[in-house]
């Protein structure tokens, strides 16, 4: 079997980013409608390679380019606790 191509994780890592900003941007219309609001946990955010992921798209930023810059975007943000 082969292993997953760069640009499918990628577009994985951009999808659990975004549902964890949208996720934490509604956390509070969540609770207040009385939905249970699930999250991923620390230990599987902290197992995924995301510096991995970054630096390899780097590297081909004719093809990431786009792409590159959200995830970078996004992944700064995380760090800095802002979502």
Do not use: W
């Amino acid at each position: 079997m082969s292993s997953p191509s760069l640009t499918s994780q990628l577009l994985l890592l951009y999808y659990l980013l975004l549902y964890e900003d949208v996720r934490l941007a509604n956390t509070h219309s969540y609770v207040q409608a009385g939905r249970k609001v699930k999250s991923y946990s620390t230990e599987f955010l902290s197992e995924l390679p995301i510096k991995y992921l970054l630096q390899q798209a780097q590297k081909d930023q004719q093809s990431y380019a786009g792409l590159c810059v959200i995830l970078h975007c996004v992944y700064k943000l995380r760090c800095m606790g802002v979502i």
